[in-house]
């Protein structure tokens, strides 16, 4: 997926607005879910590619959500 620097931007200012939000809640992301959030703002995923592989891990049971998520802080 290509994407412009108009639309990298518009990316990386909503992935910090969202990372802000979850630091004002006590939310600390991982590593993987840091990783993943740049694949976003690179282009190389999209937000529903994104969504799919959450999904499946969620369903495999595999970790990356904070330990506040599994206490419904989120």
């Not at 639309?7 to 809640?25: I, M, N, S, T, Y």
């Not at 879910?33 to 049971?61: C, F, M, N």
Request: net charge negative.
């Amino acid at each position: 997926m290509q994407i412009d620097e108009h639309e990298r931007e518009r990316r990386r200012k909503a992935v910090g607005e969202v990372l802000g939000c979850q630091a004002l809640d006590g939310v600390r992301p991982s590593s993987m879910r840091l990783l993943e959030l740049q694949r976003y703002v690179d282009g190389l995923v999209s937000l529903d590619e994104l969504r799919t592989e959450l999904i499946e891990r969620l369903r495999q049971g595999s970790q990356g959500w904070p330990d506040n998520f599994q206490e419904g802080r989120l």
